[in-house]
């Protein structure tokens, strides 16, 4: 099965979220002589601004594969400001696009930068991490990096909220919740209108000390014609009694993201519409 990657940049694809508490950051453009100074401890040489954004002429040795010469330029695409490793560093990061093997279907990652002595050092880069979908929140007094990524196939499209730990050595994600719908396969030449299933994220709530997050799933159908079983170029209709809601509750234990005990058969019953479609 193949499988497109779907990253979306402020508005989380299929989720139609509502900040109802602001998170502390989300990915923003700097201004240029921000950026400038953010390249300059990227990039091998002098940086070049590339319709209002800088980037570095030619891949940075570290992007290798070592497999595939890689295309520039390797280019700023936002950032985030926070204290990922520890909670007195000053950090970025950095989301950047270019410098990928031919055969790769993700383009750029993201770069870990910390101030040391008024300078921005490199630390770390996370090849094929795009960073855009990513928000900062403070719960429990330290800084949770949640990010979106999901991936569409076959008429399904499935959404993963993540906690992404960053260090030095490199970055590993923690599952939070899977959502997903059916939508995209459409309408089937029968008599009768299948039946979708959807899940989709309507709040985070975010009180200091936990993230609630409320859900929504339900049934649809799409609507019939007089010439048509099945038509799915009209927004699909909910099944009357069929939408269930969810409030998932999240608290952080040493800085790691967990379903309270209270919310895990929730957890349990939302990821159950989550089902993609078998290989063909």
Known sequence: MKFRRVISLAVWIGFSAVEIFPHLSAMELEPLREQLGLMKSICKGSPTKLNRRYAC????????????PEAGPFQYAGSLSGNFTNPKAQEKLVNLTGCYAGSSAVSGGSILLRKEKNKWKRIQYYRAFNSAGCKIY???????????????????????????????????????LRLGNNFGVGCS?????????????????NSGKTLRLKIESGIYYYPRTPSLFCDDSQPPQMVVGSRRSYLVEFASDVGVLHAKSSSLRAVKDIEAYVKPPPER
């Open 138 to 176: 403070k719960v429990a007094k330290r800084q949770l990096l949640l990010c979106e990524e999901g991936f569409v196939a076959q008429g399904y499209e499935e959404n993963s909220l993540s906690q992404v730990l960053i260090s030095d050595q490199g970055m590993r994600r923690n599952h939070i």
């Open 57 to 68: 002429n030619t891949c940075p040795d570290y992007t290798s594969t070592g497999r595939e």
């Open 189 to 205: 030449p029968t008599k009768k209108s299948p039946r979708f299933h959807s899940t989709a994220l309507k709040a985070i709530e």
